[in-house]
């Protein structure tokens, strides 16, 4: 496993052995003057290396920032938006361990029958810090990666109708990649109201499923970082999704909107593509996950309140 600086001509990798979470904690202006150290290396072409996640996250918090997206989800039952949905940000924490790389295969979850993507941008924190206001979490932004939070959305709803959740329904892969760029990259698309305002387009089989702005989002990532910091600390190499961004986003909205016709949830084979301007290109392919047998049901709940002989 190497970390490396991508430009035209491929892969440099950085000295010393130093991953991009090393990077990452040293903050921005060391991350950059390693990278521009490293470009003086030889390139290795891309089409010669797997790519991994980005980094290895310590945590991964997924929030739910596109009004759009949330309309669908509830557009079965004919509600509206929740109102607590305007009141502030919110968010699940995902699974660390789940990563998985921008062309790695990614297994149906056992037992699911509707698995699902969902097209985000994830923001990696560079500095530590607790209770941050905005305008402090601006300075503690390191770059940005595409994110898709796939989604078994059977077992999702089964876990949420407990009140808690998600969690097997989403815990099996999360895709980073294809690398994480460093937030001055990006800085040309950041319009008057502090948006990032990148295309984003999702497609299955080559048919496009899903496109929309990032700047649709409700809140600027640094208003995301500040409420994950809120009482509590976020630290450097952390990773914070934008939630799915609305018109096709991920199918399950699509299933509220049209009433559950199509397109179907993803099968073993299909071929799921996203792209993010100033971000690059990830590419999966769904395979057949482990056949495992299934859970066992609770017991009847026992009403006794004394111990037996």
Known sequence: MQAGVVEAAGLHALPDGRSILDLVRAGLPAALDAGAAALDGPAVPLEQVRLLPPLAAPTVRDFVAFEEHVEGMVAPSGEPVPPEWYQAPTFYFTNPYALVGAHDDVAVPPGSRRFDFELEVAVVVGRDGASLSPEQARDHVFGYTILNDWSARDLQMREMAVRLGPAKGKDSATTLGPWLVTADELEPYRDAEGFLGLDMRVQVNGVEIGRDLLSNMGWPFEE?????????????????????????GCLAELWGVRGDAAPPPLQVGDVVEMTVEGLGTIRNRVVAGHDLPPVRPARPRPRTRTRTP
Not at 233 to 247: E, F, I, M, W, Y
């Open 224 to 248: 995301l970082i500040s409420y994950a910091s809120r009482g509590t600390q976020v630290r450097a190499g952390d990773v914070l999704g934008s939630g799915t961004c609305g018109n096709g």
